[in-house]
């Protein structure tokens, strides 16, 4: 099975901060057709979780560009720019090429 | 407008099995597939399984031998058996479409 590894787990940051959000698959999420299936999921205190990014770096609908995933083959990252108050609560990567694992989570809180 | 919702007891007994069932709307199943994912209290989303648009079925192999999820089609509902529960299978069920739709989740409590 595909181990995900994320660092942080746990990140401080000032609004209008960067955040940044490290995740490392235990091995190449690249397909076989050629895409990567690697998703950043989103979830606030209480809600259900909700995807933000999918394929390392497309944003999904309504998502703001505050927001941005790179990465390829093992190594992602999801980059928060100018943290709002509404941004607060658990990152998780999720690996979607080989079935699917979630990283451990990383939770974002206010410093 | 793409809706799913999780139904199904909110507490099971040790060593009983656990049925839920996932109703959705707006979409078809034979068009997506739909993902269990589940999440102990004050702890990480753990992926369960998949029933894919074609029927087949993937699972998490730590839960394997215990989980089976099947689906009606005609009525738009995904099914979810995991037999042989312990307390540490306490947690909130979710399903999802895509890891982009989920449903409300249903928080399941296992007394021994």
């Known amino acids: 099975d595909i181990v995900m590894t994320q660092t942080p787990l746990s990140l401080s940051v000032a609004i209008g901060q960067s955040a940044s959000i490290s995740c490392k698959s235990s091995q190449s999420l690249k397909y076989s057709d050629g895409k990567t299936y690697l998703n950043w999921v989103f979830q606030s205190p209480g809600q259900s979780p909700k995807r933000l990014i999918y394929q390392v770096s497309k944003l999904d609908s309504g998502v703001p560009d505050r927001f941005s995933g790179t990465g390829s083959e093992t190594d992602f990252t999801l980059k928060i720019s100018r943290v709002e108050a509404e941004d607060l609560g658990v990152y998780y990567c999720?690996?979607?090429?080989?079935?699917?694992?979630f990283g451990a989570g990383t939770k974002l809180e206010l410093k | 407008q793409v809706q799913l919702k999780e139904s199904g007891p909110v507490l099971v007994q040790a060593s009983e099995t656990l049925s839920l069932t996932c109703t959705v709307s707006g979409f078809s199943l034979t068009n997506y597939g739909v993902i269990w994912v589940r999440q102990p209290p004050g702890k990480g989303l753990e992926w369960m399984g998949i029933i894919w648009r074609n029927g087949n079925t993937d699972y998490n192999s730590a839960l394997k031998s215990r989980l089976s999820i099947n689906r009606d089609t005609s009525k738009s509902q995904v099914f979810l058996k995991m037999n042989s529960l312990q307390t540490d299978d306490t947690a909130i069920y979710y399903c999802?479409?895509?890891?982009?739709?989920w449903g409300q989740g249903v928080m399941v409590t296992v007394s021994s």
């Open positions: 999802t479409r895509d890891l982009l739709w």
């Open positions: 999720c690996q979607g090429s080989y079935s699917y694992t």
